[in-house]
């Protein structure tokens, strides 16, 4: 079984930054891949991010400049830096592993940004 302990969320002004974690522990030992999807009000979960072990990663166009994965392999921890929020940023920002056998993928419960005034 993973476990999936995500932090950094939390409320920031239009124009702010928050940078969210994410750390993996329990059955990890084939995982190869992690990321962060966001879920906003009114749509449909979305992919922000995902970065490899290797470093390869793949990114939304509509969010690859203000926001920046990074991963730490040897922790099993990713980070998504977010700079110059705006209220349309606001949702539920879940944490994602890949794995190589079952259950090949593990989402966390998610944690809470809101970009307000």
């Known amino acids: 079984q993973v476990q999936l302990v995500e932090s950094g969320g939390g409320s920031v002004q239009p124009g702010g930054s928050l940078t969210l974690s994410c750390a993996a522990t329990?059955?990890?030992?084939?995982?190869?891949?992690m990321g962060w999807y966001r879920q906003v009000p009114g749509k449909e979960r979305e992919l922000i991010s995902v970065i490899t072990n290797a470093g390869s990663t793949t990114s939304s166009d509509a969010m690859k400049g203000r926001f920046s994965i990074s991963m730490n392999s040897a922790k099993n921890t990713v980070y998504l830096k977010m700079n110059n929020l705006q209220p349309e940023d606001t949702g539920i920002y879940y944490c994602h592993v890949d794995l190589l056998k079952a259950p090949y993928e593990f989402r966390g419960q998610g944690t809470q940004v809101t970009v307000s005034s």
């Open positions: 329990g059955s990890t030992d084939s995982l190869y891949a």
